[in-house]
């Protein structure tokens, strides 16, 4: 598997795990009072983000732009 293959399911893998748990986001105060679903979501959100970056860069790269 390519490295932007690998990304790109890591990523669906992330936002598949982000919608399951929506349900139980609904409110900033769900976030607020349950560091669990708080960490979970900030993690979840950050490797969604890294994992954007890279692929952009990765194929930024291979177009041929600095």
């Known amino acids: ?3 932007v ?3 790109l399911a ?6 598949d795990h982000l919608r399951a748990i929506r349900p139980q986001v609904r409110s900033a105060e ?3 009072g ?4 708080h960490n979970d979501v900030l993690f979840s ?4 983000a890294q994992l954007v970056i890279d692929v952009a860069g ?4 291979r177009a041929g732009h600095p």
């Open 45 to 48: 959100l950050l490797t969604v």
């Open 30 to 32: 769900d976030l607020e």
């Open 58 to 61: 990765e194929l930024s790269s």
């Open 5 to 7: 293959a690998e990304r």
């Open 1 to 3: 598997m390519t490295p």
């Open 10 to 15: 890591e990523l669906r893998r992330h936002l």
């Open 34 to 37: 349950d560091l669990t679903l």
